[in-house]
């Protein structure tokens, strides 16, 4: 077994560690506090060769793997994991096409991603059904040669900034998983609008809205796979998708640890730094582990991705763990930090606004131990 990364892999990361530090930490903190959406960072990012990792080169993308994805979010993450979100939304819009898409599906939108700056989005969630997909309301009808939806979508990640969305609609709620279909919608039709943008705890710097289709009426062609296999489509896509999050959660945790080192070494309490306290060096003990944790089961998953094999489990594990460790070490790291943490002088207050996300978007902590549980209990 060989845990070192390649060269190529290494320079990535290298190049991904130097734009975080130079174009995001310097602004991740005014993007937090206005929720702008951060256009000329993500334009000098996809300029950087940073964004559309997994699209294969035959659509002008790097031709990276999950893994290559990974490596990179965690360094965005380090900087700010809503700018880290509002990359990934393009790696989660393009990848029912890249799990079901047609090669004119693929030529046609997947190439917009990587020839322009053009943001995508993934529309599953609806106001009415988050975690239980099959639940979904947003209705397709078919209409001679065309297909008709109508329905609301909710918390969509570049919901208001998105060229073209998947969307995942259903025939008959009744059929529950066996009703839904996916489908590629240009942004530009005009059947289809943007709704309100959420006002969030967190990750501040993406952009969530509800997108509305009205009469919203697209081509034959528009399918994405089969009529009856969208719920398929939209499970493959989170088993390729977790390990993102989990990588994210990995950037969120080793920032915690080293803000909070840092403080620990200088602030003094009792006539000592407060790291010669155990009870800061066991919080910070816990957070080296988990950081290391998170990355394994992260490269793990990913690695398992890159193999071909979407059998779910270890992006759970990886995704329930990470996003619960992030969540605990970034409560730490206000902890360690006391009174100061609470305050936005410094970065820790919204380390722990932003890794809370981690915990429910792409299958919430609960829902990944249903997956889990389900695993061990061999059904
Ligand atoms: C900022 C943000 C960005 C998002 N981006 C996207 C996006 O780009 N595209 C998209 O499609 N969606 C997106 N989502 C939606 C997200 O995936 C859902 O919010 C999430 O799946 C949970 O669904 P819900 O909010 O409806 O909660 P619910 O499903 O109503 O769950 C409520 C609570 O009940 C628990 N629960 C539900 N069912 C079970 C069960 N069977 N067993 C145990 N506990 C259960 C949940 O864990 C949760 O704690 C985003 C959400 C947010 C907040």
New binding site residues.
Partial sequence: MDFRLTEEQDALVQTAREFTRKDIIPKAGHLDETGEFPRDILKRAWETGLMNIEIPEAYGGLGGSCLDNCLVQEEVSFGCSGIN?SMA?NS??ATPLLVAGTDDQKKQYLTRLTSELMFC?????????????AGMRTRVTRHGDDYVLNGQ???????GVAGFYTV?ATFDPAMKHKGIACFVVDASNPGVKAGRK?N?MG?RA?N?TDVIFEDCKIPKTALVGTEDGGFKVAMKTFDRSRPWIAATAAGVIRRSLEESRAYALERKTFGVPIAQHQAIQFMLAEMAIAYESTRLLTHKAAWQVDQGDLSAITSAYAKAYGADAAMRCATDAVQIFGGYGYTKEYPVEKLMRDAK?LQ????????Q??VIARNVLGR
């Fill in positions: 979100t939304a989660l819009g989005a993934y529309c599953c969630s609806e106001p009415d059904a988050g975690s239980d997909v979508k909710r918390w969509i990640t570049n919901g995942f959420e969030k990750q993406s969530t996300l429910i978007y792409e299958g919430t902590s609960q829902i131990r249903v």
